[in-house]
């Protein structure tokens, strides 16, 4: 299997495709301003404390305050906060960790209002984005996540990844970071660090120290609250960091300063892999060009069709999405129902392991799979369902078939469900129902254009239109193309854009930025 990554950066927001096997399996698309990532530290203060649900509602800069709980405080939270206030009490000179005391975890089932009081300042991490009308979800725990390692102050630990089978080498990664890590830290030996030399260990060792002594130090400095003390990377490299693997073929960016930020991560963790990052500088939008565009139309949306005529009916609510599995006009199988319900469904189980990850939908999934009778074919579906699970990075835990024919499934949630609404509503009528002749549709183009060069003086502009209308304008020797450039200078390109409904269009400046040319126009 192959992976390749697509990054598309435009001015307001930037979007990650992950394909494996030219076939699109996770998408991730944010503002370039968003914040509330997972993985920020806030300096915040405590807001409200809830006794009844042994937690606390903390102001980390959020329309609606973040939440933390008793037991997300932390065995730690002691020495933190007593670190905390020796960091505050001097903004001079900064505290070294290493000579804070360690203090007595706190009781497993003590209360949060014995522990804080409101107007309290404390140092907080975000572990679940905003989602609906809930705020983010906070932890005092913090950690530093890198490729290899996660560093955690106070925890003062080394642990090893479960996955890695091998006692030796378990021994060998812990004695190893058992003799580099520095006082009042622990440390978590990730996957992907088996094998690895102590030089690679160390390196990123210190880059994760680098990014607590920042985070503190912009703590130490910080005059007015809430203040962002640690910015998770750039959704880019932070996919990176846990997806990357040798499958990797090839990474292709359209931006250099992502380009160069990308380049030089990967040099960092893999330096005879650098070359992999490319930089694109083709006409066509980047997602058009890796036929990625056609994929997040096709795989978003209500239904999704995937086999012979069969298709999933996904509708997600605030407490759970629910998936209906339907066989549709599938011509029936010779062998008979069973087998034909069966070999739906499983159809089923492959596509909804990838609309799982590609939407990153979480919390409770409830399948309406069509019912079968034998009990070997629902052990089968059950274990097919698992064996795709089996790619998946988020937590998730599978139920058998019940008797209703529905199968559970919880999924980790940490951000909201990508949803990407793929109905396009109409540009030239804006939902009227009646537009103007679509035969004039090129003569409001070239008006457009003949406002912009001689009204506005712009010169040199690129005009994104439907692919259809794009071959229409460009067919010919003299073509409607070459007739604009003559009449309005050669600073004009035409570029096809799958985006575009059909009679749409977007015209964009030399840097990139929109140009808004769009007007709607009463139809009588």
């Known amino acids: 299997m192959t992976s390749e990554l697509v990054v598309d950066v435009q001015p307001k927001e930037i979007s990650i495709a992950l394909l494996e096997d030219k076939n699109l399996v996770e998408f991730q698309q944010e503002g370039r301003s968003a914040s509330f990532s997972v993985g920020n530290i806030y300096l915040g203060r405590v807001k409200k404390l809830m006794p009844g649900l042994n937690a606390c509602f903390v102001d980390v800069g959020h ?79 913090l950690s530093f996540a890198g490729r290899y390692l996660v560093l955690m102050p106070f925890n003062d630990k080394v642990s090893v990844s479960q996955k890695i089978k091998s006692s030796e080498e378990r021994t060998r990664l812990k004695q190893l970071l058992q003799s580099i890590k520095p006082k009042n830290f622990g440390i978590i030996v990730r996957t992907v660090a088996e094998g690895k030399r102590v030089a690679e260990l ?55 300063t992502v380009f160069n930020e990308v380049k030089d991560y990967v040099t960092l963790i893999a330096p005879n892999r650098a070359n992999i990052v490319k930089l694109y500088t083709g006409k066509l939008p980047i997602f058009d060009n890796f036929a990625i565009t056609k994929q997040i139309k096709s795989s978003f949306g209500k239904t999704i069709s995937y086999k012979n005529g069969a298709y999933l009916i996904i509708e997600h609510t605030e407490a759970l999405h629910v998936v209906d599995v339907n066989s549709g006009n ?25 609309q799982l990850r590609l939407r990153d939908m979480g919390g409770i999934i409830v399948v ?18 698992c064996q795709n699970m089996q790619k998946d990075r988020a937590k998730h835990n599978i139920l058998p078939l019940s008797k209703f024919g529905l199968m559970q499934i919880t999924r980790q949630r940490v951000r909201p469900a990508m949803d990407v609404n793929t109905a396009e509503t109409c540009p030239t009528c804006f939902g ?29 502009f690129t005009l994104h239109i439907h692919p259809y209308i794009a071959a229409y304008v460009n067919q010919g020797f003299f073509s409607l193309k070459r007739q604009w450039q003559m009449k309005y200078g050669f600073g004009i390109k035409v570029i096809p854009s799958q985006k575009l409904a059909f009679l749409q269009y977007e015209f964009y400046d030399p840097k990139g930025e929109e140009i ?8 009588k």
């Not at 804080?116 to 984005?129: A, D, P, R």
């Not at 309406?368 to 097919?384: C, G, P, S, T, V």
């Not at 070239?446 to 912009?452: A, V």
Request: net charge negative; hydrophobic share 35%.
């Open 63 to 141: 329309e609606r305050d973040a939440f933390l709980h008793y037991l997300d405080l932390g065995p730690q939270f002691h020495s933190y906060q007593k670190y905390l206030k020796q960091v505050l009490s001097n903004r001079k000179k900064l505290y070294p960790i290493s000579k804070a005391t360690s203090l007595p975890d706190i009781d497993k089932e003590g209360s949060i209002s014995n522990i804080l009081q409101s107007g309290q300042e404390v140092m907080v991490q975000i572990v679940k984005e905003p989602i609906s009308t809930k705020g983010p979800r906070l932890t005092c725990e």
């Open 202 to 256: 160390d390196a990123e060792l210190k880059v994760l120290l680098k990014h607590w002594e920042e985070s503190i130090t912009k703590v130490q400095k910080a005059t007015k609250l809430p203040a962002l003390a640690y910015e998770e990377t750039s959704r880019t490299v932070a996919l990176l960091r846990d997806l990357f693997s040798p499958s990797f073929e090839n990474i292709h960016i359209n931006d250099e």
């Open 330 to 354: 599938r011509s029936k199988s010779n062998t008979g129902q069973e087998a034909n319900a069966l070999d739906v469904n499983l159809g089923a189980a492959d596509e909804l392991a990838r």
């Open 368 to 385: 309406d799979f069509i019912d079968m009778n034998l009990a070997e074919n629902r052990q089968k579906l059950y274990e097919r369902m």
């Open 432 to 460: 009227k129902g009646t537009i103007k002749p679509s035969i004039l549709f090129t003569d409001t183009l070239e008006s457009k254009i003949d406002y912009l060069v001689n009204k506005i003086g712009i010169k040199r």
């Open 516 to 523: 808004d040319m769009k007007e709607e126009i009463e139809i």
